[in-house]
């Protein structure tokens, strides 16, 4: 089995690295996840997954390859975080309900001799929501740690009519674009 080192601690980018049949290591460090003042949601995913991997790999050297990623939801030209609070969470889905907002995922790639990037932007539309499936979703707890407040993979699912663009990415990582910026480091996930 094939082994990657994933700087995250998203169990869904886990969960996605385990799906392509690899063994993964979990690496963590923490850096400021603040968006520079007026910064463009592409610039800031790209940095956060950037900054990300180079801090892991002052703090591991040697591991790799290494993986990390950001995502975050962009609407009305406004980075969407995670919700603060579960009034926070409503007042996030009120302004997507009906809506069509974008998903960004940046991913970053490095060996011990290059680190790349790839931006990955899907689109998704949510159906006009009533305030108590707004209320009802909030109550399960689901979308209280996810960016936009929702959860693609899970209850929120039902909620999406249209989805343009990668529906792995819009979980926290893109496989498509994942596998083609591996085979750039020759790690091939087809060949033994």
């Known amino acids: 089995m094939k082994k990657i080192y994933l700087g995250s601690n998203s169990p869904r980018r886990l969960q996605l690295l385990q799906q392509l049949g690899l063994s993964v290591e979990v690496l963590k460090a923490e850096i400021d996840e603040t968006p520079f003042p007026q910064e463009q949601a592409q610039d800031y995913v790209l940095r956060m997954a950037n900054n990300k991997n ?10 790799y390859p290494l993986l990390t990623a950001d995502t975050c939801i962009a609407f009305n030209k406004h980075i ?8 926070h969470a409503i007042e996030m889905l009120h302004s997507l309900s009906g809506k069509t907002h974008q998903v960004l995922t940046a991913i970053a790639i490095a060996n011990q001799d290059q680190l790349l990037s790839h931006l990955q932007i899907s689109e998704v539309t949510f159906k006009p929501l009533t305030d108590i499936e707004i209320k009802n979703y909030v109550a399960t707890g689901e979308p209280l ?6 959860a693609i993979q899970g209850l929120a699912a039902a909620f999406i009519s249209h989805l343009s663009g990668s529906y792995s990415g819009v979980m926290g990582l893109p496989l498509f674009e994942t596998a083609e910026l591996l085979q750039q480091f020759n790690f091939s996930l087809f060949k033994n």
Request: net charge positive.
């Open 54 to 63: 180079q801090k892991i790999q002052q703090c591991y050297p040697n591991h």
């Open 80 to 87: 969407i975080g995670k919700p603060s609070s579960a009034e």
């Open 145 to 150: 740690d996810k960016a936009g407040a929702y």
